[in-house]
């Protein structure tokens, strides 16, 4: 056996490799395999936490003022009553405070944001831990949206989410190619187009 030491050999390869994934663990922002959110700004996993946070925060607003207008309108139905004109307007104002509308409207916008609060917070924990099935549970939220205005003709809303859905998407891409992983993301992260 030889005492002499091992030289490797040049390659076109990176000299640098991420041992777990076998992916190159550094690269030029001329080599970058990773997406950037709209071309230009943050990394896709950055741009998945930033949406879901967006419209977790979003879905507590609308909840806290849900509440706090229905309350107001219950408990204040005389003169909301006083402003309407329409006697059937005013009519069904008054059975749908009776017959416990208020209540149960609350009651069924409040679970439609929780369901959506949860499944953009499982979305927010797969961007984390670099989980496919969590990020597309995420994504499905913004999914759902996507169809349901583009059957509303509801075109604003429905770029809207479609926007919020796309970092989802090459997100699952860029994890099952393992561009995107837990082992090399310090080497793709991107913020704001600097590398």
């Known amino acids: 056996m030889s005492n002499e030491k091992f030289l490797p050999l040049p390659t076109s390869e990176s000299d640098y490799v991420d041992i777990a994934t076998g992916v190159p663990a550094f690269?030029?922002?001329?080599?970058?395999?990773?997406?950037?959110?709209?071309?230009?700004?943050?990394?896709?996993?950055?741009?998945?936490?930033?949406?879901?946070?967006?419209?977790?925060?979003?879905?507590l607003i609308f909840l806290i003022l849900t509440?706090?207008?229905?309350?107001f309108m219950s408990n204040n139905l005389d003169v909301i009553e006083e402003d309407m004109d329409d006697d059937e307007a005013k009519e069904a104002m008054e059975n749908f405070a009776q017959t416990g509308g208020f209540a149960l409207l609350?009651?069924?916008?409040?679970?439609?944001?929780?369901?959506?609060?949860?499944?953009?917070?499982?979305?927010?924990?797969?961007?984390?831990?670099?989980?496919?099935?969590?990020?597309?549970?995420?994504?499905?939220?913004?999914?759902?949206?996507?169809?349901?205005h583009l059957l509303l003709m509801n075109f604003p809303h429905f770029v809207l989410s479609?926007?919020?859905?796309?970092?989802?998407?090459?997100?699952?891409?860029?994890?099952?190619?393992g561009i995107m992983t837990d082992y090399?993301?310090?080497?793709?992260?991107?913020c704001c187009g600097g590398v």
């Open 67 to 71: 509440f706090v207008g229905l309350n």
């Open 162 to 177: 479609a926007l919020f859905l796309y970092p989802h998407i090459i997100l699952i891409l860029e994890i099952n190619q």
């Open 106 to 148: 609350e009651v069924v916008i409040a679970l439609f944001l929780f369901v959506s609060i949860f499944l953009h917070a499982v979305g927010i924990y797969g961007a984390l831990k670099f989980k496919v099935w969590a990020v597309a549970v995420g994504a499905t939220s913004y999914g759902l949206g996507v169809l349901m």
């Open 184 to 190: 090399n993301y310090e080497n793709v992260a991107n």
């Open 27 to 59: 690269r030029s922002p001329r080599d970058r395999e990773n997406h950037l959110f709209c071309g230009c700004c943050c990394d896709v996993r950055r741009a998945t936490l930033v949406v879901n946070i967006i419209t977790i925060v979003l879905n």
